[in-house]
């Protein structure tokens, strides 16, 4: 009989966008305790910088800077009542704001992190349809994409900036891993680009190869499958690459839902393995540790 395959969520978002939502530490500790994760970090978004202009239409991006201490407390009581059970990670999924470097390494510096993810969310700024400008957040709707991609004036160049982007905030190092390395092709069917031009390749190439020196991991993130582009960030052939350069990986569900904790990390065990890994990378206190697969 085969072996049940390691599960870990080093991606999970205990409050679903939407300030309707509660914030739900306990029920998504809960949910990866009866789907036989080992381990859980809860990596809820980090608070944006004040001041920052959060586009959406319910400023719910992330959680208030002041909401902050109260949901560590959260965890600490979730880490007390499930550590017996499974093994609990104090985590955060940052957002990459170059121009907001010093409050990033502060903020992050302030707390006892296990694992930071640094995510490319945020690609400058766009004119918004009543003339006003705002930042351009290129995963929140696929019409904000589309009006963003007008803007940029091409896809190439789109995807040039993102991944650009994407470089600057690995060799900042502030962070551990790399946050759904080709999340530019959400809302990418086919329609937009295929992945086998060269500009293309090329560029996530590139990109892995500053990932591989940076000594940073890269995660699996299974969120991919259930999108538009139907498959995980990032593609078999870029996991297969970054296997070859030697990158660590983690893997995670994106879940932001107790439902969705642990969704689809089955099939990115099986993804991984196709690619070559025999291992993933678990981490404490911002320190690697390879674990078979």
Not at 173 to 181: A, E, I, R, S, T
Not at 226 to 249: N, S, T
Request: glycine share 8%; aromatic share 10%.
């Amino acid at each position: 009989m085969n072996e049940r395959p390691l599960l870990v969520d080093y991606h999970t978002q205990s409050i679903e966008h939407g300030f309707a939502n509660p914030r739900r530490v306990r029920e998504t500790v809960q949910a990866a305790v009866n789907g036989g994760l080992s381990t859980i970090c809860l990596t809820d978004h980090y608070p944006l910088p004040p001041r920052f202009g959060d586009p959406t239409e319910e400023h719910d991006c992330a959680m208030p800077l002041a909401d902050y201490p109260q949901y560590q407390k959260e965890v600490d009581a979730a880490m007390a009542e499930f550590g017996g059970r499974i093994k609990i990670l104090r985590g955060a999924e940052v957002d990459w704001l170059p121009e907001h470097y010093e409050w990033t390494k502060d903020q992050i510096n302030a707390w006892p992190f296990d694992y930071v993810i640094g995510s490319v969310h945020f690609l400058g700024q766009i004119r918004n349809s009543d003339g006003t400008e705002g930042n351009f957040l290129l995963d929140y709707k696929e019409e904000e994409f589309l009006r963003g991609l007008d803007q940029f004036g091409s896809i190439k160049s789109l995807v040039h900036a993102y991944f650009f982007e994407v470089g600057r905030m690995v060799r900042s190092g502030l962070f551990d891993g790399v946050g759904h390395l080709d999340l530019i092709k959400k809302y990418n069917n086919g329609s937009l680009f295929t992945q086998d031009k060269p500009w293309y390749r090329d560029t996530v190439i590139e990109t892995l190869r500053v990932i591989a020196m940076s000594g940073m991991s890269l995660e699996l993130n299974a969120a991919g499958l259930d999108k538009k582009c139907q498959e995980a960030y990032p593609a078999q052939w870029v996991l297969e690459y970054a296997r070859m350069l030697g990158i660590p990986l983690t893997t995670g569900s994106d879940g932001h839902t107790p439902e969705g904790i642990g969704r689809n990390l089955d099939k990115a065990v099986e993804l991984a393995k196709a690619a070559g890994y025999t291992q993933l990378v678990e981490y404490r206190r911002r320190q690697q540790k390879a674990v078979a697969i």
